[in-house]
């Protein structure tokens, strides 16, 4: 019979999560992480197995857990529309309440990485899928009869400015300069 773990998993995920979200993959090393999640090093091999697992593990649960469990929230609803569009860009652009670093922990990886390993591509992968597919379900319900090249475009347009947003973010853009650029989103993304 294994050792009873002296950890909960999903709270030293979460931990490794706002360490790597604050200060990004290269600047954390082992010993910090075992610190910060209050566990030994043997286990925290024995659990996560590499520092890039643990990183790849602490992107999906930010994803499930921030992302789909709060930011899309305002997208998520059974008939979208702009004033779904503007809710979700108001939250995101909205001034970070403290509670975690700020901008968007997949944005910031995707900034910084620029040939990020497979399991960590596979999360940044998942998310612009998650909010193109999202964008574009809004788009073709506000605007049924428009043309679906103009709808695939205004979603990778939205799915860029979404992330130029994020990476903003990581440097105080906040406030009303935040709210000029929703409101010019918003004007961009009327089609006819």
């Not at 910090?32 to 659990?47: C, R, T, V, W």
């Not at 390993?117 to 506000?142: C, H, K, M, N, W």
């Not at 860029?160 to 300069?177: A, D, T, Y």
Request: net charge neutral; aromatic share 8%.
């Amino acid at each position: 019979m294994g050792r009873k773990k002296g950890y909960v998993e999903s709270e030293a995920l979460e931990k490794a999560m706002l360490l790597f979200w604050q200060h990004g993959y290269a600047a954390i090393g082992m010993r910090q992480l075992a610190d910060e999640m209050g566990i030994n090093p043997f286990s925290l091999y024995a659990s996560f197995e590499s520092k890039e697992a643990l990183f790849a593990r602490a992107l999906d649960h930010y994803l499930e857990t921030f992302i789909k469990g709060r930011m899309i929230r305002p997208l998520a609803v059974p008939a979208p529309n702009l004033a779904s569009l503007r809710g979700f860009l108001e939250t995101f652009a909205a001034t970070d309440d403290g509670t975690h670093p700020p901008g968007c922990f997949i944005c910031n990886t995707m900034a910084d990485a620029t040939s990020p390993a497979p399991e960590v591509q596979a999360v940044i992968d998942r998310y612009q899928r998650l909010l193109e597919g999202a964008f574009s379900a809004l788009l073709r319900t506000e605007y049924p009869l428009a043309d679906p090249r103009d709808i695939q475009a205004r979603t990778a347009l939205l799915l860029c400015l979404v992330i130029g947003i994020s990476v903003r973010k990581r440097n105080g853009f906040e406030g009303r300069p935040a709210q000029v650029v929703v409101d010019e989103i918003m004007a961009l993304t009327r089609l006819g």
